[in-house]
């Protein structure tokens, strides 16, 4: 009885709620075409490209698709002593095809990257061929071995036997300074050439110390404009709106001007006798230049949010505070304080982000102790054309950056950006 | 901000050391732009205040780096300039179309996944710019687009859209949903509602994300240094290297130009946040 009362229909005779499922799916497909192009755009052109990165960073096929034959026969072989004549007679084959195409060099430096001292037996063994003194007839394993005294040494097969599969970590290990060992164990790269490792420190201790910069700078004067009366607050938020639409570069380059040694602030410093004229410091090319820079640059990206939370305090809360007994300190540390929190960590998890990314302006202002992890990347696009390697480093970087913006969702919501 | 005449003497003079503090910090803020301008009319060639500019001579200003910026031989800025202006103008557009849509189906609430999708969109504003760059760099040169206005304006609309979604998205927010309604019952088709009721009511939203985009494909360097070649060349990639080579006033010329377009779109910017909230009928 329950089911033919409750069952309404609409006009067109199909029950209500089925016609409710149908519109609502409807609906869903309509906003979800609205987003589709640029979701759509956006995949190909630019996750999908960053998804590539990844392979780029560990594809190692070149010397597994140079040496087939040579592979194909170490897979019998155990690695512990020099290998059989089987592998000689591979690699021979395999080195005879690259010499015909004229590629044996990018095996020899490949090679060579594994361990040093290949580049010059490659290239003499290409000489032996070249002059058909291989005779295949004959072992292959012995004559091979005659070329060069490290051909007997099991460590350089052992080295080849390593670059044998298509993938490889090596370039993620070389962003932390370590390697492969020749036992095929992870170990460290010597004390004084770790330099990637005081790199990603360096950048996170700018990053952080420019966001704490920030919060100390910012927090006033957010109260500031929060707390003066509009006509005055609106004049006083053009000092922070227009350096927020000015030219990167343009700011960059004032503060080239500022800091340089015959620069304002030397001046200035000088006028007031805090340094001596012919003893002006650097204060541009290392790290101070790119603290003040970003600073500077990143400060409206922190006072920004905290204004439009500190907006919407009531200043009666102050005054109940105060009129409880507080002192003003009291009152702005229990009542004040904790209502902002949600603004502090807005702004100081968007400056950290920016912060930990940056490129112009340290590598105007950074010199060589000022430089971040991103100069590096971009050297080793534009001049080592290591291409998988500042990949494995962009990612590395882009694993840190994408858990901050995780929890930046988390707590803030990425639909609560504020843009002036 | 005068205080009450009962205030103790240690308040007092926090308050005055609070009020040091920030003007200092304001002073920090503003004052770098400032520099610029005086030195670009330097008529010597160096960066730094010259003695005759110290004591106001007026011998020791100039036109002459902006003539240089204008009529120089080998002058790069025309160029680069009318570059600039073509790929933003053209990123522009492609991100206030792409982002309008896409904040248009973000604010409906029969919108699935709505946070995550979200987050993907917003991304490339969150990713550090090598790295897009070094991504963008990787696509564009697979399909043959990299060293053309086509690449880079592509690489500016997926850096702009952020932008516009975020801004059209919060003007959405406070849209109301029955004037929609209201006329689609009056008989109007949903594309004669958005054009005449949507999106005169979302414009100002529209346009101020459509100023942030411009700025972004404007003022970008990273991205543009990966993918341009000789012909592309743009401001900021001319800035840059002229701040890393030879640095001369002429780049301080520009700078004050740049400054001075900045000027003039922070006030758009600010006017059109001031109609869109009256719009909306926010009273402040």
């Given at each position: 009885?329950?089911?033919?009362?409750?069952?309404?229909?609409?006009t067109d005779?199909?029950?209500l709620?089925?016609?409710?499922k149908?519109?609502e799916?409807?609906?869903k497909?309509?906003?979800f075409?609205?987003?589709?192009?640029l979701?759509?755009?956006?995949?190909?052109t630019?996750v999908?490209?960053?998804?590539?990165?990844?392979t780029?960073?560990?594809?190692?096929k070149m010397?597994t698709?140079?040496?087939p034959?040579?592979?194909k026969?170490?897979e019998?072989?155990?690695g512990k002593?020099l290998p059989p004549?089987?592998?000689?007679a591979?690699?021979?084959?395999d080195y005879k095809?690259?010499?015909e195409n004229q590629t044996?060099?990018?095996?020899?430096?490949r090679?060579?990257?594994?361990?040093?001292?290949f580049n010059?037996?490659?290239k003499k063994?290409?000489?032996?061929?070249?002059?058909?003194?291989?005779?295949?007839?004959q072992?292959?394993k012995?004559?091979i071995m005659?070329v060069?005294k490290?051909?007997?040494?099991?460590?350089?097969?052992?080295?080849?036997k390593r670059t044998?599969p298509?993938?490889t970590?090596?370039k993620y290990?070389?962003?932390?300074?370590?390697?492969?060992?020749?036992?095929g164990?992870?170990?460290?790269?010597d004390?004084?050439?770790?330099?990637?490792?005081?790199l990603?420190l360096r950048?996170?201790?700018?990053?952080?110390?420019?966001t704490?910069?920030c919060?100390?700078?910012?927090y006033?004067?957010a109260h500031?404009l929060a707390t003066l009366?509009?006509?005055?607050?609106?004049?006083?938020?053009?000092c922070?709106?227009l350096?927020f639409?000015?030219?990167?570069?343009v700011?960059t380059?004032?503060?080239?001007?500022?800091?340089?040694?015959?620069?304002v602030?030397?001046?200035?410093?000088?006028m007031?006798?805090?340094?001596?004229?012919d003893?002006?410091?650097?204060?541009m090319y290392?790290?101070?230049?790119?603290?003040v820079?970003m600073?500077?640059?990143?400060l409206?990206?922190?006072?920004?949010?905290?204004?439009?939370?500190?907006?919407t305090?009531?200043p009666?809360?102050m005054?109940?505070?105060?009129?409880?007994?507080?002192?003003?300190?009291v009152?702005?540390?229990?009542?004040?304080?904790?209502?902002?929190?949600?603004?502090?960590g807005a702004?100081?998890?968007l400056v950290f982000?920016?912060?930990?990314?940056?490129?112009?302006t340290?590598?105007l202002?950074?010199?060589?102790?000022?430089?971040?992890i991103?100069?590096q990347?971009?050297?080793?696009?534009k001049?080592?054309l290591?291409?998988?390697?500042?990949s494995a480093?962009?990612?590395m970087?882009?694993?840190?950056?994408?858990?901050?913006?995780?929890?930046?969702?988390k707590l803030?919501?990425?639909?609560?950006?504020?843009?002036? | 901000m005068?205080?009450?005449?009962?205030?103790e003497t240690r308040y007092?003079?926090?308050?005055y050391?609070?009020?040091?503090i920030c003007?200092?910090?304001f002073?920090?803020l503003?004052?770098p732009l400032?520099?610029?301008?005086?030195?670009s009319?330097?008529a010597?060639?160096?960066?730094?205040?010259?003695e005759g500019?110290?004591r106001?001579?007026?011998d020791?200003?100039s036109?002459r780096?902006y003539?240089?910026?204008?009529y120089g031989?080998?002058n790069p800025?025309?160029?680069?300039?009318?570059?600039?202006?073509i790929i933003a103008?053209?990123?522009?557009?492609g991100?206030?179309?792409?982002?309008t849509?896409?904040?248009?189906?973000l604010?409906?609430?029969?919108?699935?996944?709505k946070?995550?999708?979200?987050?993907?969109?917003i991304s490339?504003?969150?990713?550090?710019?090598?790295?897009?760059g070094?991504?963008?760099f990787?696509f564009?040169?697979?399909?043959?687009l990299?060293a053309t206005?086509?690449?880079?304006?592509?690489?500016?609309?997926?850096?702009g859209?952020?932008?516009?979604v975020?801004?059209?998205?919060?003007t959405?927010s406070g849209?109301?949903h029955?004037?929609t309604?209201a006329?689609a019952?009056?008989?109007?088709?949903?594309v004669?509602t958005?054009?005449?009721?949507t999106?005169?009511?979302?414009?100002?939203?529209?346009i101020?994300?459509?100023?942030?985009?411009?700025v972004t494909?404007?003022?970008?360097?990273?991205?543009?240094l990966?993918l341009?070649?000789l012909?592309n060349?743009?401001i900021?990639?001319?800035?840059?290297?002229?701040?890393r080579e030879q640095?001369?006033?002429?780049?301080?010329a520009?700078a004050?130009?740049l400054?001075l377009?900045s000027?003039?779109?922070?006030?758009?910017?600010?006017?059109?946040?001031r109609?869109?909230e009256?719009l909306?009928g926010i009273?402040?």
């Amino acid at each position: 009885m329950s089911s033919e009362t409750k069952q309404i229909l609409t006009t067109d005779g199909i029950p209500l709620e089925v016609s409710l499922k149908k519109a609502e799916k409807k609906n869903k497909i309509k906003a979800f075409l609205l987003v589709a192009p640029l979701l759509f755009f956006l995949f190909i052109t630019y996750v999908f490209p960053i998804g590539e990165m990844f392979t780029r960073s560990v594809d190692d096929k070149m010397i597994t698709n140079m040496l087939p034959k040579t592979f194909k026969a170490m897979e019998k072989w155990d690695g512990k002593e020099l290998p059989p004549e089987e592998v000689f007679a591979g690699f021979y084959l395999d080195y005879k095809v690259l010499i015909e195409n004229q590629t044996q060099g990018k095996l020899g430096q490949r090679l060579n990257k594994e361990k040093n001292g290949f580049n010059s037996i490659t290239k003499k063994l290409m000489r032996q061929i070249k002059r058909n003194k291989i005779d295949e007839s004959q072992s292959i394993k012995e004559q091979i071995m005659k070329v060069h005294k490290r051909w007997r040494n099991v460590e350089y097969w052992q080295a080849i036997k390593r670059t044998a599969p298509p993938y490889t970590m090596a370039k993620y290990l070389k962003g932390m300074d370590m390697y492969y060992a020749a036992d095929g164990s992870i170990a460290q790269v010597d004390e004084d050439r770790r330099i990637h490792r005081i790199l990603w420190l360096r950048t996170l201790e700018i990053a952080l110390f420019v966001t704490i910069f920030c919060f100390l700078m910012g927090y006033p004067i957010a109260h500031l404009l929060a707390t003066l009366p509009m006509k005055y607050s609106n004049l006083l938020m053009i000092c922070v709106l227009l350096p927020f639409w000015t030219s990167l570069l343009v700011r960059t380059a004032s503060w080239m001007i500022l800091l340089q040694q015959q620069g304002v602030v030397n001046d200035f410093f000088v006028m007031i006798g805090l340094v001596a004229d012919d003893n002006r410091p650097e204060m541009m090319y290392n790290k101070v230049g790119t603290y003040v820079a970003m600073t500077q640059i990143l400060l409206p990206f922190m006072v920004l949010p905290l204004y439009s939370v500190m907006k919407t305090i009531s200043p009666s809360l102050m005054r109940a505070g105060k009129s409880l007994g507080g002192t003003p300190f009291v009152a702005f540390w229990k009542v004040y304080f904790p209502l902002t929190i949600p603004g502090i960590g807005a702004g100081c998890l968007l400056v950290f982000i920016l912060a930990i990314g940056y490129y112009i302006t340290p590598a105007l202002v950074g010199g060589a102790s000022g430089t971040l992890i991103s100069n590096q990347i971009a050297y080793h696009m534009k001049t080592t054309l290591d291409w998988s390697f500042a990949s494995a480093m962009g990612l590395m970087l882009l694993s840190g950056v994408l858990v901050i913006y995780w929890i930046y969702n988390k707590l803030v919501g990425v639909d609560n950006i504020k843009l002036g | 901000m005068a205080l009450p005449s009962y205030t103790e003497t240690r308040y007092r003079i926090w308050h005055y050391f609070y009020i040091a503090i920030c003007t200092f910090v304001f002073f920090f803020l503003i004052a770098p732009l400032f520099v610029i301008f005086p030195l670009s009319f330097n008529a010597e060639e160096f960066l730094v205040f010259s003695e005759g500019m110290k004591r106001l001579d007026p011998d020791a200003f100039s036109f002459r780096w902006y003539h240089e910026m204008v009529y120089g031989t080998k002058n790069p800025w025309g160029l680069a300039a009318k570059n600039s202006f073509i790929i933003a103008i053209f990123a522009t557009i492609g991100s206030i179309i792409l982002g309008t849509l896409a904040a248009l189906g973000l604010s409906s609430r029969h919108m699935p996944y709505k946070g995550m999708i979200m987050a993907i969109l917003i991304s490339p504003m969150i990713v550090p710019l090598i790295i897009s760059g070094v991504a963008i760099f990787f696509f564009m040169a697979k399909v043959g687009l990299a060293a053309t206005h086509t690449g880079i304006v592509l690489a500016h609309i997926i850096l702009g859209t952020p932008f516009v979604v975020i801004t059209v998205t919060a003007t959405l927010s406070g849209f109301d949903h029955s004037v929609t309604r209201a006329a689609a019952s009056l008989g109007s088709n949903p594309v004669n509602t958005f054009m005449k009721i949507t999106l005169p009511l979302i414009l100002p939203g529209v346009i101020s994300g459509g100023l942030f985009a411009f700025v972004t494909s404007f003022d970008e360097v990273v991205v543009v240094l990966f993918l341009a070649g000789l012909e592309n060349t743009t401001i900021p990639v001319q800035m840059w290297t002229g701040l890393r080579e030879q640095l001369s006033p002429t780049i301080l010329a520009v700078a004050t130009c740049l400054i001075l377009l900045s000027t003039l779109i922070l006030i758009s910017a600010e006017l059109l946040r001031r109609r869109s909230e009256r719009l909306r009928g926010i009273n402040r």
